[in-house]
C-alpha cells in the first residue's frame, strides 16, 4: 500500500481481532442481522473475521479504492441500506486541521458537515443506512461533540493495538440506534465493565476561570508532567519546578504540552499544601473515571496500560478547585476561630 494512500484515505488496516472483546461478540449476536457489511472495507480484515469468528455466512464490502476490488462507493457521501445487515468497520479517520495540514483537499466531506474529522461524517452516514453498527474509532471519541450518542449501546476502550501501522488509541462503538439517556450506555475497558456514560461524564471537571493561571510561563513556580511516562514510575503530576530534573529555562514554548511551567498566585507557606491537593484531585478523577476523561496518548506503558495526558483546560479546572478548597478550609478555620 502506498504512504499517500495511506494518509489521504486512512488506509489503516485492522489485522488483530482484539477488538472482539465478548461483550462487542454478544451485542452483534443479539443484533441477530445475517449479513456483516463493511462500507470501508480495506483490506477486508474485519469482514474476514466475521466470517471466521463470528460466522457470519454472508458478507458486503464497498470502498472508494478501486484497486481493492470491492463494488466502489463514495461511503462518505452516503451508504446504500441493506436489510437484515449490521455495518461493522474501522473508518478513515482523518482530521480537518491535519487534512489541510497535508493539502489534502477533502472539502466535499468537511463543507457540508460541522464535524472535525472524517470518522464522525461516516458514522453519521453508517447510522442512517442501519440500525445497527459497531465500529473501530479514536478513543477521542467519548470526548466529541458527535450529536447521536443516545444511539450508543456500549463503548468498549481497547489498550492494546488492533492496528500493525499505526498506534492511533481506539475504542469499539456498539449503536443499536435506541435513544436513551446516558446512564444508560455501558462503557468498559477491554472486557471489563466500568460504569455508565452519564456517571464518567458527571466526573468531568470544567474551568470557571475565576483564577489567573497562566501556563509556560519562565515566571511560575508550579511544574506540571502532562503526560505519564513509559516506565509505569512517573505519572502525570504536579510539584515544585524545583523538583523536576528539566531545564526550563531552554525548553519551555507557549506551544509546550508534555512539561509546563505555571504562575498562579498561592501563598509561599501554603504552595506545598496547594501541590498535595492538585495532586490527590486529578488521581481521583483517574481512578473514578477508569481513566477515560483524561486524553489518551499514543503507545502504551511497559506494562501495556494506555499512557494519558492532562489537557489545560482540565489542568486548569483541577487548580482552580484546589484552590476553592484551600480557601474554603481558611473560611472555616477563620469561622472556628471566631
Ligand atoms: C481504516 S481503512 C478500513 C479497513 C478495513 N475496515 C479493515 O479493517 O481492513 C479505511 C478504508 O476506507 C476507505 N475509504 C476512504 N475514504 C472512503 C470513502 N469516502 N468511501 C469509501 N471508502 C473510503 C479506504 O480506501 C480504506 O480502505
Known amino acids: 500500500m502506498s504512504s499517500g494512500k495511506k494518509i489521504k484515505l486512512g488506509q489503516f488496516f485492522t489485522k488483530a481481532t482484539l477488538w472482539l472483546k465478548p461483550q462487542v461478540q454478544k451485542f452483534i449476536k443479539n443484533s441477530k442481522c445475517k449479513i456483516s457489511y463493511d462500507p470501508f472495507a480495506g483490506g477486508g480484515d474485519l469482514l474476514k473475521a466475521s466470517e471466521e469468528i463470528l460466522a ?9 479504492d478501486p484497486s481493492l476490488e470491492w463494488e466502489i462507493n463514495d461511503s462518505l457521501i ?4 441493506i436489510d437484515n ?7 478513515p479517520y482523518i482530521a480537518k486541521q491535519s487534512a489541510s495540514r497535508k493539502k489534502i483537499d477533502l472539502s466535499l466531506y468537511f463543507n457540508s458537515s460541522t464535524y472535525d474529522d472524517v470518522y464522525l461524517i461516516a458514522l453519521d452516514k453508517m447510522l442512517l443506512a442501519q440500525k445497527y ?3 473501530i474509532i479514536p478513543e477521542s471519541f467519548i470526548n466529541s461533540s458527535f450529536k447521536q450518542k443516545n444511539k450508543i449501546y456500549s463503548i468498549t476502550i481497547l489498550e492494546e493495538n488492533p492496528f500493525e501501522d499505526t498506534e492511533n488509541p481506539v475504542c469499539v462503538v456498539c449503536f443499536d440506534s435506541i435513544e436513551k439517556n446516558y446512564n444508560e450506555i455501558k462503557i468498559y475497558k477491554n472486557d471489563v465493565y466500568i460504569n455508565d456514560l452519564a456517571s464518567i461524564q458527571k466526573l468531568r471537571l470544567e474551568p470557571n476561570n475565576n483564577i489567573d493561571i497562566t501556563f509556560n510561563t519562565l515566571k511560575g513556580w508550579l511544574g506540571l508532567r502532562a503526560i505519564d511516562s513509559t516506565d509505569d514510575k ?3 503530576n504536579f510539584d515544585f519546578k524545583e523538583n523536576f530534573n528539566y531545564d526550563w529555562q531552554n525548553n519551555i514554548k507557549v506551544s509546550s504540552r508534555h512539561l509546563s511551567l505555571i504562575d ?14 492538585c495532586n490527590i484531585i486529578v488521581n481521583q478523577i483517574r481512578q473514578d473515571s477508569a481513566d477515560i476523561l ?5 503507545g502504551n506503558t511497559k506494562k501495556g ?5 492532562l489537557d489545560f483546560r482540565l489542568a486548569r479546572a483541577i487548580m482552580e478547585k484546589a484552590y476553592c478548597e484551600m480557601e474554603g478550609k481558611n473560611r472555616y478555620e477563620q469561622q472556628r476561630l471566631l
Open 56 to 64: 457470519f455466512n454472508d458478507t458486503k464490502g464497498l470502498d472508494i
Open 78 to 81: 452516503s451508504i446504500p441500506h
Open 85 to 91: 445487515a449490521i455495518i461493522i468497520t474501522n473508518p
Open 133 to 135: 453498527v459497531v465500529a
Open 234 to 236: 512517573t505519572f502525570i
Open 264 to 277: 498562579i498566585n498561592v501563598k509561599k507557606e501554603r504552595r506545598k499544601e496547594f501541590i498535595d491537593r
Open 294 to 298: 483524561l486524553t489518551p496518548f499514543k
Open 305 to 309: 496500560i494506555r499512557r494519558r495526558r
